[in-house]
């Protein structure tokens, strides 16, 4: 009855976009936005959908402004070049509707300019808006009562993507997470109830990416473990899952770091194949965890740096989130983050100044301080006026700190401290599945090992720098012969890709070639 068009515009340079590492790793985007898959699959069968990314492929505007609707998502880091897309698309007399995470918190953005804005989720809105949209009676404005009951989500539908344009293929297990982080938007958005699917709608969506090629898959909940007791079953079918096909597909998530107090959780999530988990640090300041309510990082059971090494420890290397510029933060925070991600031999860390994003405990409350500051956000990279850091003091601090974290010498030792002297085991599930079973092994290695040659070659294509070539295949080296596996080569290279990205990024902002990028913007 109607044509469809999603569009998910590209995303300017960022930690996450991995912009310079994508050639070397042979993609075009990190992975695609999960939202869209999931609308075509809530899309009544007597419609057609086409999901665009713009970062896969350049959008045809005049083609996309013919259809019946076309639709637009995006995230904060997205605001401006949607803005631009919906001048286009209304230009060309488009019909259009928006949702995603930055309308739903800065809905007064797209007024005059969308036809249609979603709040929230839209897993009952959108369904319902087709109903009305064809009897030609839909509304303007559409927000759930309800939470979504996450057992009622179908699989998204994958097929519509060019998967194999994308480095990693995601899921979404939960969403909610029981903290109450002030500058956090997930519980504005998500609640603080987390809300699962079932075992079998997860396996299903694995199936789903595995039948279009994909190998690495990143569980996008904002905290896995927000319900311990009802994720452990899920991790045990994931893990049955692995085993029954021979561990065809490496995990990523993200977990809060009360994680590390959980031995069993951590075991499990190995055995399933989880070889990495992002963990929200924020800061080495306790003043400054306790004043954004971070409290799960401040529990007597050791210090942060202990804490990360448990994860390590149990087989999964972590990534740190750390921010700067908390009201209790002076001059001193710069140098002891750079100790701490030393000392807890983090390899990648995003790091960011602290923003305020609107709905937020935290916008609310520099808003009432009068410390939001929107006509500098630019220049300084954040909106909001630090209490203890000057404004260029902060901008200037996070550069410096970036920079640091990923020079050469400071990043490759972090790698090889985790993974030579530390000797980090990760994927301890599948290794011991293969070695019973030497055919899968030899499936799941033999690619890896090509792939890892493949990447290294491109590696070497890419940077130009004759002596930072030199110490990526000197790292890449020493890691292989003290770890000789095809699956050790393939990590090296990508982190070496990874660091070559955000190298790029901390010196075009410290030369002042571009202007300052930030990561919680």
């Known amino acids: 009855m109607a044509e469809i068009v999603l569009i998910n515009p590209r995303f300017e340079v960022s930690y996450w976009g991995l912009e310079h590492a994508l050639p070397i790793l042979g993609k075009r985007a990190n992975m695609p936005v999960a939202s869209l898959p999931l609308l075509a699959a809530l899309t009544p069968p007597e419609h057609s959908v086409t999901l665009l990314d713009e970062g896969i492929e350049p959008i045809d505007l005049d083609r996309c402004a013919r259809a019946d609707i076309v639709g637009l998502t995006g995230m904060v880091v997205q605001r401006a070049r949607m803005q631009h897309l919906l001048s286009e698309l209304k230009r060309r007399g488009a019909f259009i509707v928006v949702g995603g995470p930055w309308a739903t918190v800065k809905e007064e953005d797209f007024e005059g300019k969308a036809d249609v804005i979603f709040v929230g989720e839209a897993d009952a809105t959108w369904p319902l808006f087709l109903r009305e949209w064809a009897a030609g009676n839909h509304r303007a404005r559409y927000e759930q009562a309800e939470r979504t009951d996450m057992t009622t989500v179908p699989t998204p539908r994958f097929d519509l993507l060019s998967m194999k344009h994308y480095l990693f293929g995601n899921i979404q297990i939960s969403r909610g997470c029981p903290f109450q982080c002030e500058f956090c938007d997930i519980i504005v958005t998500f609640g603080r109830k987390p809300r699962l699917k079932t075992s ?159 709905k937020t405990p935290l916008h609310d409350r520099m808003a009432a301080e009068g410390r939001l500051d929107l006509e500098n956000e630019a220049e300084f990279g954040t909106n909001i006026v630090p209490l203890q850091l000057g404004r260029e003091q902060l901008r200037e601090g996070f550069i410096r700190v970036l920079d640091s974290l990923n020079d050469p010498s400071a990043y490759f030792d972090r790698m090889e401290a985790l993974y030579i002297d530390g000797r980090m085991d990760f994927s301890r599930g599948a290794n011991r599945h293969w070695r019973r079973h030497p ?48 699956g050790v080569l393939w990590l090296a290279v990508v982190k070496a890709a990874l660091q070559y990205h955000a190298h790029q990024m901390a010196r075009s902002m410290s030369e002042g070639r571009t202007a300052v990028i930030n990561t919680y913007s």
């Open 200 to 358: 079998v709608q997860v396996l299903a969506e694995l199936d789903a990416l595995r039948a279009q090629g994909v190998r690495g898959v990143f569980i996008v909940d904002d905290n896995l473990i927000g319900n311990k007791r009802a994720i452990r079953p899920v991790l045990e079918a994931i893990v049955a899952w692995q085993e029954r096909r021979g561990y065809p597909l490496t995990l990523f998530t993200e977990a809060s770091l009360d994680l590390a107090e959980e031995p069993d959780l951590m075991a499990l999530m190995v055995e399933a194949n989880i070889v990495n988990v992002f963990v929200g640090i924020e800061s080495p300041n306790e003043s400054s965890l306790r004043e954004t309510k971070k409290y799960q990082n401040v529990r007597p059971v050791g210090t942060l740096a202990e804490r990360i090494r448990r994860i390590q420890d149990a087989g999964m290397e972590v990534m740190g989130g750390m921010i700067l510029g908390f009201d209790h933060d002076d001059e001193t925070v710069f140098d002891l983050q750079i100790e701490l991600v030393t000392e807890a031999r983090i390899i990648n860390v995003m790091l960011g100044m602290l923003s305020a994003i609107p």
């Open 439 to 486: 055919l899968s092994r030899l499936r799941a290695k033999g690619p890896l090992l090509v792939l890892g040659l493949v990447m290294l070659a491109r590696l070497c294509g890419t940077v130009r720098d004759r002596d930072l070539r030199r110490e990526y295949l000197r790292r890449i080296g020493r890691l292989v012969r003290a770890r000789p596996d095809a």
